[in-house]
């Protein structure tokens, strides 16, 4: 049911029958619990209406994660072969703090270099936590995104722009953890950035 324009979305938190009753049965057994429309999200009184261009973008990011076994951006397995989740979109600035998605260079909260594939139990485990302190609960994380960029690099789709993509994300990812963890250079004495920066992150 992804997709469809003019639904008008129910809300089932107040929805009561006796529970021994034929209806309740029939509702138990409805495909809009079993198959819940993605595209909207109800967080209890809240709820996320995307825009149709949104809804396209986020479509087309887990299709071409499943097709092209794109790795999670967190766990590193990849979509379609070893990952028991299924895909969901990550916002790496947490949609909660979608007021600062313009100071902090997004052109919305919503926008492509906002947005990762990630399995849906861990996207839903992270909530709303900051990457700062994400990253250092799941140290593995850090290392599993640096390789799964590298793979998005190669994404060449008429919506989404590998490498475009993967430029924004670094800005951002580094923006919010406070120093260069997303970019591989060599420093002066030739430490890989990213490993220097990974040991600085684990005592910061």
């Given at each position: ?36 429309i993605s595209d909207t999200v109800s967080f209890g009184k809240s709820k996320r209406n995307y825009s149709d261009a949104t809804k396209l973008l986020m479509r087309t990011m887990r299709k071409l994660a499943e097709s092209l076994n794109l790795p999670d ?132």
């Amino acid at each position: 049911m992804n997709g469809l324009i003019g639904f008008k979305p129910v809300f089932f938190a107040n929805f009561k029958t006796n529970t021994n009753s034929s209806l309740q049965k029939e509702f138990n057994n409805s495909s809009l619990l079993n198959n819940p429309i993605s595209d909207t999200v109800s967080f209890g009184k809240s709820k996320r209406n995307y825009s149709d261009a949104t809804k396209l973008l986020m479509r087309t990011m887990r299709k071409l994660a499943e097709s092209l076994n794109l790795p999670d951006f967190y766990t590193g397995k990849r979509f379609g072969l070893n990952h028991k989740e299924k895909v969901s979109i990550e916002h790496l600035l947490p949609h909660s703090q979608r007021s600062q998605a313009v100071s902090k260079g997004l052109r919305s909260v919503n926008s492509l270099e906002n947005f990762v594939p990630v399995g849906n139990k861990t996207n839903s485990d992270r909530g709303s936590i900051p990457l700062k302190k994400w990253y250092k609960a799941h140290p593995d994380y850090l290392k599993n995104g640096i390789e799964a960029l590298k793979e998005y690099e190669k994404v060449s789709n008429p919506i989404i722009n590998g490498k475009e993509w993967v430029k924004s994300l670094k800005r951002l990812l580094n923006q919010e953890l406070g120093y260069v963890a997303f970019a591989g250079r060599k420093n002066t004495n030739g430490l890989n950035m990213v490993q220097k920066d990974q040991r600085l992150s684990l005592v910061a």
